[in-house]
C-alpha cells in the first residue's frame, strides 16, 4: 500500500511544473473564459451574419443579373465581405481583454495567472488564433454562400482559396493582434474601439481626402490601409510585402506597449 | 517564534504625494486567524494587494512561503485570496469563473462541486453572476479561495454584505480552516467582529502599523476596567470615591461609573460608609474603545462612519 501524497508534496510538486505546462494552462483557461461570455458568440454571430449574409445577396445578384459573370472565382467575396465582418471580430478580442478592466476580472485573472507575460502572451495567442481561424472558416462559408445562390455562374477553385482564406487569417490575426494590444494598453472599452476604428478604418479612409502628399503618406504607413490593400487591393503605390509590413509594425508595436503596461503598472488603477 | 508563512518587511506604496502603506512589516503565523484592523483608508486592501503582486510596492517586500506571490506556479493550490467579491465578470455563471480558475491552476473540475457545497452556493453556480446578491458574490469569492485546498487564506472585508446566518458561518470557516493549521489573514473594520474571530491582530492606521499582538494582549493592555454602580445613596458614594481619588462620574439618577477600578474597591468603599449598593459589575472595555485608543490620531477619514466598501460591478462592460 503507498501512502496517499501529502500536501506538502503536492506542492513542492508544483514547484517543479515548467513554464511550458503554466502556459497550457493559462491558454485552457483563456479559451474557456471567451467561451463564456455572451459577447463572444453575439460578435462572432455579427461576424457570419455579415459575411454569409453579403455572400448570398452577391451569388443571387450574379445570378439575377442580365450580364452574368461567367467563370469568375467566387472567393472574390471572402475578402470583401471580410473587410466589413473583421470589426466584429477585432471587437470581440478588444472586449475579451477590455471587460476584464471595466468588471475588475482582471484582479482573479492576476491573482491565478500572477506571472504577467504569461497571462499576455495566452490571452494574445487565443484570442489572435480564434478569430482567424473564424474568419478563415466564415470566408469560406461566404465563398460557398455565393458560389451555392450563383450556381453555376461562379467557380470555387481550390488553390486559389487556400490563398485567399490565409490572408483573410492573416489579416484578422494581426488586427485581432493589435486590438489585444490597444486592449491592455487603454484597459477601457470605449477608448480602445474608437482607437481600433480610427487606425482600421477611419484615418485610412478620411487622410487621403484631403489632397496633401504627406497626408496620403501618412495613411500608407495606417494598419487598416495595409488590410485594405490585402483584402481589397485597391490601394496605390502599395505592395503585399509592405501592407504586411505594416500590419505586423503596427500588431507588434502596440502589443509590444500593452504588454508592457501589463507587466509594469499596478493590476488595474 | 512561530513559523512565519508570510512576512511583509518595510512595505511602501505611494500614490503620488499619498503615502497608502507606510514601511510595513509584520508577519503572519500558520493555526491561528489574524485580524488585520484599521479603519477604512487605512491601507488594508493595498497591502493585501502587494501580498498578492497586484500592486506593485514602492519599496519593501512581501514573501509567502519564503516567496513573493507573484513567482508561484500554481498560485491557488498555496494561497486562496478573496479581495472585491465585485471584481468578477457579471456575465458568467459562477460556475464557469470557478472553472476558469481551476484551469489556471489544474485543478480537477469535481472539486468545483466540493467548493460550490461548502460555501452554500448551491444551484445558483448555474446562474449568471449579475444577478448574486453580496453576500453571494462573497460566497463565490471564497469558493475560489478554498479551491486549490490552499494552506493560506487572505481574505479582505469578507463579512460585507453577509447576513447574519452568513457571518456566522464565515466565523466557522474561519476558525475551521485556522484549526486545520491553515494561515489565515481576515481584514476587517469591524472591530466587535474581529473580537470574536481573531486570535491575532495587526492593527494599521493611516498605512502605518499601530499594535501587532494577540487578541488578549490588546484588549489587556488597553482594555481598562470599569465598574457600575448603584446605590440610593449614590450622592454619597461618589463623593467617597472621589476621596479615594478614583475618576467617577454619574451616568444615570442612581447609577455611577468609576474608571479603572475593580467591583472589590468599590464594594469596600460602600461598606466602608455603609451605603446600600443595588448592583455592581465590572465591563471591560471593548476593542472598539481599545481600537479608538490606538488609532485615535489615525483615522484616516474622520467623521465618515464606516461602511462596508462598495462594489465596482455595476460599471459598464
Known sequence: MTAAPTARDRR????DLSTGQVFARACAAEWTRLWTVRATWWFLAAA??????????????????PDPPQGDPAWRISTITAMPAQFALLALTLLAVTSDYATGGIVPALQWTPRRTILFLARALVLTGTTAVAGALLGLASALAAHTTARPLLRLPWDDGVEVLGTVAFVVAAGALLAVGLGFLLRHTAGALVAVFLLMLLLPLLLPQFGYAWMDALADVLPGTGAAFLLLGEVPGMTTSSAVTVLLGWAGGVSLAGWLRLTRDDANR | MGRRVIQVRG???????????????????????TGFLGPNGAGKSTTMRMMLGLDRPTSGTVLV???PFTALAEPLREVGALLDPGSVHAGRTGRSHLRVAARTNGVPERRIDEVVEQVGLGSAAGRRIRGYSLGMRQRLGI???LLGDPR????????????????????????QLADQDRTVLVSSHLLSEMQQT??????????????DATTAEILGGLGRLQVRVRSSRSEELLARLRERGLTAERVDTHELRVEESTAEEVGEVANEGHLPLHHLSEAQQSLEHAYLALTGDDVEYHGRPAEPTPTRTEVAR
Do not use: Q
Open chain 1, 12 to 15: 513542492d510538486e508544483a514547484r
Open chain 1, 48 to 65: 457570419a451574419a455579415v459575411m454569409v449574409g453579403i455572400g448570398a445577396t452577391a451569388g443571387f445578384e450574379a445570378a439575377g443579373s
Open chain 2, 11 to 33: 512595505l511602501t506604496k505611494r500614490y503620488g504625494d499619498v503615502l497608502a502603506v507606510d514601511d510595513l512589516s509584520f508577519d503572519v503565523e500558520p493555526g491561528k486567524v
Open chain 2, 65 to 67: 512561503n519564503g516567496r
Open chain 2, 143 to 145: 469558493a475560489a479561495a
Open chain 2, 152 to 175: 493560506v487564506l487572505l481574505f479582505d472585508e469578507p463579512m460585507n454584505g453577509l447576513d447574519l446566518d452568513g457571518i456566522r458561518w464565515i466565523r466557522g470557516l474561519l476558525r
Open chain 2, 198 to 211: 481573531a486570535d491575532r491582530l495587526v492593527v494599521i492606521g493611516r498605512g502605518r502599523l499601530i499594535a
